[in-house]
C-alpha cells in the first residue's frame, strides 16, 4: 500500500494563527487523504535570529491590534471558541516537549488540540505542569509519567533538533507547512499546502 | 432607492499583493452586490512612520523570499498573469495620483487593472510618463490632459489627503479594506470583508 501523502505543520502553542490550523488541519488531511506530521519548535530563538526579542506583533503595534480583531472573526468563521489570552505569547516550552516526545503516537492531534484551546479559549497558563498533566489525564494518559519523559535530557535536545531545523528550512514564523520541499506559511494557505500533498497522491 | 453597500480597497501599486485583489475586486463585488471605493495612497510614508525604510518584504530577507513563491501559487490560483519585476517595490507616485484624480469617474477600474498588469505580468515601469499616458490612451482617454490634471497642486493635495488618511485610519499595510469603520488587511480577507458588507443590505 502506498503511503498517504504528508503534510507537515510546524508550530508553537503561544501562536494565534497555529492555534487556527492545530484545531482545523486533522480533519481537513483526513478528509483529503492525507497525513499530518506534527513538527513543534520554539518561535522565540527564530524571531531573535530575525532580530526581534519578541512577537511581531507585540513589536507592530497596528498589526497587533488589528491581529486581534482578526482572530475574533476568523474564530467565528471556522466555528472554534475564543477568549483573549491575558498573557501573549505565552510560553509553551514544556507542551511543545511533550509534543517531541508524542510525534509518532496516536494521541498527539488531540493533546495539541487541547492544549490550544487552553491557550486561547480557556484562557490558563499552558506552561504550568498540573495543567498540562490534567490535559494528559484528560485524554486518558498517565500525566505524570510522560512529563517525566519529556523532560529527559534526550527529548529536550529532540526540541531543540526541531527548533534547528526550522530555522534550516527557512521558517519564519508559524504556521509552517511542508510538503516535500515545498512550503506554505500562515494558517491561510492550509488548504493550498493540503491541495498540493493531494496532487502527489 | 437605497445605495449598494461600499468596499474601500486602499491600496499602493507598488504592492503585489495589492495586485491580486486589484484584478479580483469589481468582479467578487458586482457578483456580491456591492461597490467599489478606489482609495490609492502611498505605502512609503506609512512603513517609514512604523520606522521601516522600504517594504518588510525587503527588510525582512526570509519572508520576502516566501512571498515571491507564494505570489507565482497565488497568481496560478486566481488564474492571473505573472511575472516577478525586476524592480520591487516600484515607485508609483503618478499612476497613483492619476487614480486619486479618477476615482468618481466609470474607468478607474479599469485604470487600476491595466496599471497593476504592467506592473506584476509585463514588468513595466509605472512611473514613467509615457507609460501611463498609453494606458489612458488604450481605454479610450486623451492621455496626456489626464496626467496634466492629476499633476496640479489640488490632485497633487488630495493623493497626498488619502494617504494621511490611511495613516490615522491605522493602516499598516496593502491592500487594505474598510466597510463602514471595520477593517480587514490583506488579499487574504478580500473575500471576508465582501461577505460583511453583504450583510449591511
Known sequence: M???????IWFDF?????YLSVMRI???SKTAGCQVAWRPFLLGPIFKSIGWETSPFILQKLK???MWIDMVRQCKKYNLPWAKPTVFPRKAVLPLRVVAFAVDTSWV??????????????????SDPLVIESVLEQIGLCGSEIIQKSLEPENKLKLRHFTETAQELGIFGGPTFFVG?????????????????CQLK
Chains 1, 2 share one sequence.
Do not use: Q
Open 2 to 8: 502506498k503511503n498517504k501523502p504528508e503534510i507537515e
Open 14 to 18: 503561544g501562536s494565534n494563527y497555529s
Open 26 to 28: 486533522e480533519e481537513l
Open 64 to 66: 497587533g491590534e488589528h
Open 109 to 126: 492531534a488531540e493533546f495539541c488540540r487541547i492544549i490550544m484551546l487552553k491557550n486561547f479559549a480557556e484562557d490558563e497558563d499552558i
Open 181 to 197: 520541499n515545498e512550503m506554505f506559511w500562515g494558517n491561510d494557505r492550509l488548504e493550498d499546502a493540503i491541495e498540493f500533498a
